[in-house]
């Protein structure tokens, strides 16, 4: 049987939660034993993500493949099965760049080429090749119905419509019901004129996703049903939730999956959401809580770094715990002397993510001292690891001028430098290691412990090697390699032996965690930094305690 489509659009206004709601009808749909894929459409001329800034795009998410993608590719994979590939993600620029290569090599034997047919083909084609070997593909377009740029993926999903019929294709569109306090009322004239907007390009939405902070009362149902041509079943009340994890949830009680095998003509089968519903029961009744500092230079902007958010957030479900995520910008930890420290004192673990560029630099080395320094669990993930080696090069090694040439391509000492492949090459896009590649540990480690196996896979996006000429200096004086490539070429773990969790990678195990399924490093980084708070907090009470008794108190009673 031939693939079944759901297209997922989104009006009045951006960040509304197209991919979580995608993602969110490809976890209930699982969860009925349907096999599911799912792609997302981006409108902007970049190629893809690579090249863009962190505070205009957010994170640029990597599949197995070392593609650069969305982060709503992210999503897709922690809420579903899908094994997602460069495939799944297509942006305006990709999609010009293959027709104007085939224009060039004269595939279309002289013929002009339009934006339809060939642009729509290209795109259709796109959909048509992640849809292969499963039962529903889950289609996103980016952006907002009305935007220019999004026009020929509209007209795309329009033609498929045409091409395949009602029972195979289904139209979702995500709109906005605001609550004007002012009137105390709910207003959907918003959502009117967005599905105008969608009729006036020729598609009739069949459900809507009315995101809220209120459920929707039926005679506002009845009247957005009315006026928009939909059943009033299939308006349905997308409300905010505490948790991104509660979406299939809230989704399941509305029926939003009942309403997919009714339209799709879908055979009827039973639901399974068990252990989404201990996920969430978790989320609302943590047995503790934990505080993590996030060292970083895109804190001002969470989406820089969703997936290690979440990541560290499946660490902590992992141990019932409610994790706080404390953001602290980089360069506000540049201090010569040590008053950086009261900054640092009240986290139960440190961790420094990735990123590109000097700014910040002397601030995460001052987090990544202390961490290693007082005993606070420190977890290091890309340009994490890198400052990790600088700082013991700099401070435990005496190399004080130890840097990156990313940094100072100057430095008498570089720990770190660009990778081999890489010199020569200025281009920017897609020329870093990317993707998927195999790490052997070293038995006995920390790194053992945690993985319980000799050899991983995982993915990465980097542009700068540890330098192994100083190898046999840092591990002399203490860090141990504990993950290589299996030639030995590249650095992939480094960790201290005499620290009670100190550890550090080259790849972005972010990537691969999920709330079923939390990723081993962020489980035991979670986990040790739990047992951290609760000695820390046990030493200064008693240090409370002991303060109160001293005798030249007791006089003063």
Same mark, same amino acid.
């Given at each position: 049987?031939?693939?079944?489509?759901?297209? =997922?659009?989104?009006?009045?206004?951006?960040?509304?939660?197209?991919?979580?709601?995608?993602?969110?009808?490809?976890?209930?749909?699982? &969860?009925?034993?349907?096999?599911?894929?799912?792609?997302?459409? @981006?409108?902007?001329?970049?190629?893809?993500?690579?090249?863009?800034?962190?505070?205009?795009?957010?994170?640029?998410?990597? *599949?197995?493949?070392?593609?650069?993608?969305?982060?709503?590719?992210?999503?897709?994979?922690?809420?579903?099965?899908?094994?997602? &590939?460069?495939?799944?993600?297509?942006? #305006?620029?990709?999609? !010009?760049?293959?027709?104007?290569?085939?224009?060039?090599?004269? @595939?279309?034997?002289?013929?002009?080429?339009?934006?339809?047919?060939?642009?729509?083909?290209?795109?259709?084609?796109?959909?048509?090749?992640?849809?292969?070997?499963?039962?529903?593909?889950?289609?996103?377009?980016?952006?907002?119905?009305?935007?220019?740029? &999004?026009?020929?993926?509209?007209?795309?999903?329009?033609?498929?419509?045409?091409? +395949?019929?009602?029972?195979?294709?289904?139209?979702?569109?995500? #709109?906005?019901?605001?609550?004007?306090?002012?009137?105390?009322?709910?207003?959907?004239?918003?959502?009117?004129?967005?599905?105008?907007?969608?009729?006036?390009?020729?598609?009739?939405?069949?459900?809507?996703?009315?995101?809220? @902070?209120?459920?929707?009362?039926?005679?506002?149902?009845?009247?957005?049903?009315?006026?928009?041509?939909?059943?009033?079943?299939?308006?349905?009340?997308?409300?905010?939730?505490?948790?991104?994890?509660?979406?299939? +949830?809230?989704?399941?009680?509305?029926?939003?999956?009942?309403?997919?095998?009714? !339209?799709?003509?879908?055979?009827?089968?039973?639901? @399974?959401?068990?252990?989404?519903?201990?996920?969430?029961? %978790?989320?609302?009744?943590?047995?503790?809580?934990?505080?993590?500092?996030?060292?970083?230079?895109?804190?001002?902007?969470?989406?820089?770094?969703?997936?290690?958010?979440?990541?560290?957030?499946?660490?902590?479900?992992?141990?019932?715990?409610?994790?706080?995520?404390?953001?602290?910008?980089?360069?506000?930890?540049?201090?010569?002397?040590?008053?950086?420290?009261?900054?640092? $004192?009240?986290?139960?673990?440190? +961790?420094?993510?990735?990123?590109?560029?000097? /700014?910040?630099?002397?601030?995460?080395?001052?987090?990544?001292?202390?961490?290693?320094?007082?005993? =606070?669990?420190?977890?290091?993930?890309?340009?994490?690891?890198?400052?990790?080696?600088?700082?013991?090069?700099?401070?435990?090694?005496?190399?004080?001028?130890?840097?990156?040439?990313?940094?100072?391509?100057? *430095?008498?000492? %570089?720990?770190?430098?660009?990778?081999?492949? +890489?010199?020569?090459?200025?281009?920017?896009?897609? *020329?870093?290691?990317?993707?998927?590649?195999?790490?052997?540990?070293?038995?006995?480690?920390?790194?053992?412990?945690?993985?319980?196996?000799?050899?991983?896979?995982?993915?990465?996006?980097? %542009?700068? $090697?540890?330098?192994?000429?100083?190898?046999?200096?840092? *591990?002399?004086?203490?860090?141990?390699?504990?993950?290589?490539?299996?030639?030995?070429?590249?650095?992939?773990?480094?960790?201290?032996?005499?620290?009670?969790?100190?550890?550090?990678?080259?790849?972005?195990? $972010?990537?691969?965690?999920?709330?079923?399924?939390?990723?081993?490093?962020?489980?035991?980084?979670?986990?040790?930094?739990? $047992?951290?708070?609760?000695? %820390?907090?046990?030493? /200064?009470?008693?240090?409370?305690?002991?303060?109160?008794?001293?005798?030249?108190?007791?006089?003063?009673?």
């Amino acid at each position: 049987m031939s693939a079944k489509y759901i297209f =997922v659009t989104g009006g009045v206004v951006s960040s509304l939660g197209k991919g979580l709601a995608a993602a969110s009808i490809g976890c209930l749909l699982e &969860s009925r034993g349907l096999k599911v894929n799912l792609m997302k459409f @981006d409108p902007y001329l970049n190629v893809d993500p690579g090249t863009m800034s962190p505070f205009q795009h957010g994170e640029v998410f990597v *599949t197995d493949d070392g593609a650069e993608t969305d982060l709503d590719l992210g999503h897709y994979e922690r809420f579903t099965h899908a094994k997602l &590939s460069r495939d799944n993600n297509w942006t #305006t620029g990709r999609i !010009y760049e293959q027709i104007i290569a085939k224009e060039r090599r004269g @595939d279309y034997l002289g013929k002009t080429v339009q934006v339809i047919p060939h642009v729509t083909n290209e795109i259709k084609a796109a959909m048509k090749k992640v849809a292969q070997d499963v039962d529903i593909a889950i289609v996103e377009i980016g952006g907002t119905v009305g935007d220019i740029e &999004s026009l020929p993926f509209i007209e795309a999903i329009r033609q498929m419509r045409q091409e +395949l019929g009602r029972e195979h294709t289904l139209f979702v569109h995500v #709109t906005l019901v605001p609550f004007i306090a002012a009137a105390q009322e709910l207003k959907t004239k918003p959502t009117q004129h967005s599905v105008k907007e969608l009729l006036s390009v020729g598609i009739q939405p069949d459900i809507l996703l009315c995101r809220t @902070d209120r459920f929707l009362a039926k005679d506002i149902k009845s009247k957005i049903a009315l006026f928009c041509n939909v059943e009033e079943e299939a308006v349905i009340t997308a409300k905010d939730v505490a948790s991104i994890y509660e979406v299939p +949830l809230v989704f399941s009680r509305e029926g939003v999956d009942t309403l997919v095998f009714k !339209y799709l003509r879908l055979e009827a089968r039973d639901r @399974d959401l068990k252990d989404w519903e201990e996920i969430v029961r %978790r989320v609302y009744n943590p047995k503790a809580e934990i505080t993590i500092g996030i060292v970083g230079k895109y804190v001002e902007y969470e989406d820089s770094y969703k997936s290690l958010k979440e990541a560290l957030v499946h660490g902590a479900l992992a141990h019932n715990l409610k994790l706080n995520a404390n953001w602290v910008e980089a360069e506000g930890l540049e201090t010569g002397d040590q008053s950086y420290e009261a900054q640092l $004192e009240d986290y139960d673990g440190l +961790l420094v993510p990735g990123g590109f560029g000097k /700014r910040g630099i002397a601030g995460m080395l001052n987090a990544i001292r202390y961490a290693r320094e007082k005993k =606070v669990p420190y977890f290091g993930i890309c340009l994490g690891m890198q400052a990790a080696c600088i700082e013991f090069a700099r401070n435990v090694c005496g190399l004080a001028e130890a840097n990156s040439s990313e940094f100072d391509p100057a *430095t008498p000492h %570089r720990v770190i430098y660009k990778l081999r492949e +890489l010199r020569g090459v200025e281009e920017l896009g897609g *020329t870093m290691r990317l993707g998927a590649w195999t790490c052997k540990i070293e038995p006995g480690t920390l790194a053992h412990r945690i993985y319980g196996k000799l050899e991983i896979s995982e993915r990465h996006r980097h %542009r700068y $090697e540890f330098n192994r000429e100083y190898e046999e200096m840092l *591990t002399a004086a203490g860090m141990r390699i504990s993950g290589s490539t299996p030639d030995g070429t590249y650095v992939e773990i480094v960790e201290l032996s005499d620290h009670p969790h100190f550890i550090a990678c080259q790849f972005h195990p $972010e990537f691969k965690s999920k709330p079923l399924e939390p990723h081993p490093l962020f489980r035991t980084f979670v986990g040790a930094s739990y $047992e951290h708070g609760i000695e %820390r907090r046990a030493r /200064r009470e008693a240090a409370e305690v002991e303060m109160f008794h001293r005798p030249e108190r007791v006089g003063r009673r």
